[in-house]
């Protein structure tokens, strides 16, 4: 049952009673009573879909949206709501009619509202209670009970970097991923090919781990096909889902950024924290790493840093395999990402040969 049938079942059923009950009550119309309660479940069903048309749009929206978790503490809330309404009409109910028949129902409707969007505001608190454990540090919901939303695009998903990322808990705000993007991605994971089926794999891994493991709440979101009809591509339907949601995307793919910061997308790119990120080096530092091969240039040998960062040690070919102190003589940022230049410890530095790439 949606929420429009469930709307219109609830309206005919609460205006029809309030029908019988005025019937009942004033004794003019008490024979037609049956007749008015009949009246009063064809308006009631005619009329609340028309006058409600707004909420109703956004109860489908929010219950296809929703987590699970956020819908059992609304059913708790409203529960408690209902509880403690229909507490409260005891007394109520010993009112003289009309009021007595129909102030209970107000009552318990209004308290039924007010307990549900309760537990909806304060959801984090009463799921961290239910599950004894620390709330996390999420932002607070905008005056609609809108949360903060990122969108994750397939490059990130099948990257794995931002699963490890959203369990240290520096995103906070819910994780979405759009329907099409999980269809892509099972949809590369049943490809004939070796390599795009592992990946495809592995992007379905990374998304069973975030939804264990990632402190922000993990949702798959259902989207109108209406809403992006005119997007053929998957990136353009996540830049259009992006819009509409005021939502930035979190992405690995160099030209989804460029195309999403032309529409006005801001753009989470997991290559460019992973380069903010990284220990900063500065000329003369010294530091302990190993040499794992030979240079381009003769004399020079090869190691990295825990990141990745190449490390050009001059004169470092003869200590192949072995571990080696060094200071840094330059540090070189290309376009391939950042380069370190180094010496033997307690050896001059020579000018290193390193010419940008350009021809010599």
Known sequence: MNAKVASTVLGAALVGAIAWSIGRTAAPLQPYALWLALAGVLVGAAVTPLAFRAWIARAETYIANAPAEDLIVSVVGLGVGLLIGALLAVPLVMLSAPVGNLLPIVVALVSGFVFMRMAQLRRLDLQSVLARRPVAAVPDADQNGHRPKVLLDTSAIIDGRIADISATGFITSDIVIPRFVLDELRHIADSP???RRTRGRRGLDMLNRMS??????????????????????????????????????ITTDWNLNKVAQLQGVRVMNVNELAN??????????EMEIKIIQVGKEPGQGIG??????????????RHIDQEVDIVVTRVLQTVAGRMIFAALKGQPPRPSSYNGGRSR
């Open 304 to 317: 990295y840093l825990d990141d990745g960062t190449m490390i050009v040690v001059e004169d470092g070919s």
């Open 276 to 285: 903010a990120v990284k220990p900063v080096v500065l000329p003369n530092e």
């Open 193 to 195: 090919d070796v390599l």
């Open 212 to 249: 264990k493991d990632a402190v922000a709440p993990v949702q798959v979101m259902d989207i109108d096909p209406r809403e992006v009809r005119d997007a053929h591509e998957v990136d353009s339907k996540l830049v259009q889902v992006a819009r509409k949601l005021h939502a930035p995307i």
